[in-house]
Every structure is written in C-alpha cells, then in structure tokens.
C-alpha cells in the first residue's frame, strides 16, 4: 500500500511525499499523481520519500517516466530523504546519475 499527500510549500515548491512500498501494485496510480503534480508546471517538485520503505523496479520506472516528463515541462524534480536501502538500489542501478538527491526536506526546498 501506498499513501501519497501533495503540499505545496510557502516558496511555491510543491512536496509529494509517498508513504509505504512504491511496487506493482501502487506504481501506476503513483505515476499518473506525480505525473499530473508535474503538469501543473511547478518551477521545482521533491519527491520527500522519508516515509517510503520500498521502491521495485516498477516503482523506478514510475520515477524515470516522471523525471522525464518533468525535464520536458522544465520542472526541477529532486529526491529527498532516501533510506539507506532505497538509496543503495538508485547507487545500483545508476539513479544518482540520472537525480537530484538531497540528504532532507529541508535541503531539497532550498
């Protein structure tokens, strides 16, 4: 299961934040959220995944649609909070090439 909640900062820089396992089951209903948050033309969008225990390769997929729609719409698309084991699975399989990661919320709203 997968909760998504969408906020938007006082700078104007919208926070998706996804709580629980981004797999199969959640991936597209994930996607389609993200994709219409980015088609909203935010100058800038972090993903806040502090609460995101697991990521499949479905969910990476869903991530690589949205970033490549939101270089499209010339959105920012940053990635925050990564656990460590999301975080060694993007080192993996070369996502910290292809994203923006900062270490906390905070740091990806600045």
């Known amino acids: 299961m997968l909760e998504l909640s969408v906020d938007t900062a006082p700078s104007g820089v919208v926070v998706v ?4 396992r981004l797999d199969a089951r959640t991936a597209e209903a994930f996607e389609r959220d993200l994709l ?4 909203k033309l ?3 969008l972090v ?6 225990h697991y990521v499949s390769s479905i969910g990476l997929r869903a991530l690589l649609v949205a970033a490549k729609q939101a270089k499209t719409n010339h959105v ?3 990635l925050c909070a ?3 084991h999301i975080e060694e699975v993007f080192r993996i399989t070369g996502f910290t090439k292809i994203f923006t990661i900062q270490p906390g919320l905070e740091d990806a709203v600045r």
């Open 17 to 20: 934040t996804p709580k629980g």
């Open 36 to 39: 219409t948050a980015i088609n």
């Open 42 to 44: 935010p100058a800038r």
């Open 47 to 52: 993903i806040n995944c502090a609460s995101l």
């Open 76 to 78: 920012a698309l940053i």
């Open 82 to 84: 990564l656990n460590e």
